[in-house]
């Protein structure tokens, strides 16, 4: 979620600075980073556009200059103050030039220090004005993968577009989510975080997600039908309030429930994928399934299927598939028993553990057609013709997300 990051090498100068910042009145999550500046600008997913930076240090060389003109590349406002003892007009003229919030003296004055920080709640940067892109994977029967699918797509596009993901699983029955992408234990579950809605908040929201990887963060599931039964719509609601502003995606497990929480997540979706496969009871579920969600009301453009294990000798095929259930197969996920076995054994998301896999090949064509990069070139008829899809090479199965 979006943080007021504070940056120092020296740890009593950084707590006194965090003591301040937790007196200002702003909508972020102050985080203690004790490094030296040029370092922490080149961790990898520490630093998120939407984030705003407090850097302190006794001097200010060009490697820290540039490397935050590499983490802020666009002209204009640069979400920084720096912090130092001594600031130079050298380091002002640059800092000024660069688009630098501001610089300050150490040790701070509270109420210069606190101005500044209003400053920053007053000016929200556009990246948290925008919502996240919210994604629900649901399942139209038993046993289809949608918690492997969801799990994955979620790191695939943490990892490969840098984009902040949030996965939270819905299925409160069984709650394995996290365990696919992470082995750290979940320090809560959402039935936890739903007990505590009426204070919950930003920093009460944070410490309560798992922090499974640099850009991914994963509310778990109960894993208790008793627990479950805790969980309502307006709790989800709040919790869709809170992350919709700090996170780009949005990714929901929402399984085989169709209750008045799991619409209600439906409701806010951009697109529905229901994850089914290649066999006469999943053609019968997803039938039934996607006539709920047209009595629903939800109209056909967000409403796609994904088919896991695919297997272009199945009795079935993907035409059948579309014809039957009134939906485009969007995505095809191939049959990859041994490397989804090991990922979950291990857990372990599959582009980490076989980046090279026919199943990590497949997550990232979904990547691609759904968060196309810039300037991305259409895939030629030879590529497709070697093998690099795992979908079949008709349009009607290869359309692009809208």
């Known amino acids: 979620m979006a943080k007021l990051i504070l940056v120092s090498d020296d740890d009593t100068r950084a707590r006194q600075m965090l003591a301040l910042a937790?007196?200002?009145?702003?909508?972020?999550?102050?985080?203690?980073?004790c490094a030296e500046p040029a370092k922490a600008l080149g961790m990898a997913g520490l630093i998120h556009p939407a984030d705003f930076l407090v850097l302190l240090a006794d001097e200010f060389d060009a490697d820290v200059l540039e490397r935050l003109r590499q983490r802020f590349p666009e002209p204009g406002?640069?979400?920084?103050?720096?912090?130092?003892?001594?600031p130079t007009a050298d380091l002002l003229m640059r800092a000024m030039r660069m688009g630098v919030r501001s610089v300050l003296r150490w040790p701070l004055d509270p109420r210069e220090f606190n101005a500044e920080l209003a400053r920053v709640a007053a000016?929200?940067?556009a990246e948290i004005q925008?919502?996240?892109?919210?994604?629900?994977?649901?399942?139209?029967?038993?046993?289809?993968?949608?918690?492997?699918?969801?799990a994955n797509f979620a790191h695939a596009v943490a990892t490969l577009r840098g984009k902040r993901v949030l996965l939270v699983d819905l299925v409160q029955q069984f709650g394995d989510a996290a365990f696919l992408v992470t082995d750290k234990k979940p320090p809560a579950t959402l039935a936890d975080i739903c007990k505590q809605a009426s204070r919950l908040d930003l920093a009460l929201l944070d410490a309560c997600i798992t922090h499974a990887h640099p850009n991914l963060d994963v509310i778990a599931g109960a894993g208790d039908p008793v627990k479950a039964g805790d969980l309502k719509a307006a709790h989800l609601e709040l919790i869709l309030d809170l992350a919709r502003p700090a996170y780009d995606v949005l990714v929901f497990d929402v399984g085989q429930e169709i209750n008045p929480s799991s619409i209600m997540v439906l409701d806010h979706s951009d697109t529905i994928h229901c994850v089914t496969q290649l066999s006469l009871p999943y053609l019968r579920a997803g039938r039934h399934l996607l006539d709920i969600f047209r009595s629903l009301g939800y109209p056909a453009d967000r409403t796609q299927l994904i088919v896991n294990q695919y297997d272009r000798h199945a009795p079935i095929t993907a035409r059948t598939?579309?014809?039957?259930?009134?939906?485009?197969?969007?995505?095809?996920?191939p049959t990859d028993p041994k490397t989804a076995r090991e990922a979950a054994n291990q857990g372990v998301p599959v582009l980490q553990l076989a980046p090279h896999s026919a199943i990590s090949r497949a997550f990232t064509?979904?990547?691609?057609?759904m968060f196309p990069q810039p300037g991305a070139r259409e895939e030629g008829l030879l590529s497709r013709l070697l093998g690099h899809r795992t979908a079949p090479a008709r349009p009607l199965t290869l359309g692009k997300q809208a």
């Open 365 to 369: 064509h979904m990547v691609d057609d």
């Open 22 to 33: 937790q007196q200002a009145d702003i909508q972020r999550q102050p985080q203690l980073v």
């Open 123 to 125: 000016r929200t940067p």
């Open 77 to 86: 406002d640069v979400p920084c103050i720096l912090v130092t003892p001594n």
């Open 321 to 333: 598939l579309e014809e039957t259930l009134g939906a485009r197969v969007a995505h095809t996920l």
């Open 130 to 150: 925008a919502e996240a892109r919210t994604i629900s994977f649901s399942s139209c029967k038993g046993g289809a993968g949608t918690t492997f699918v969801a």
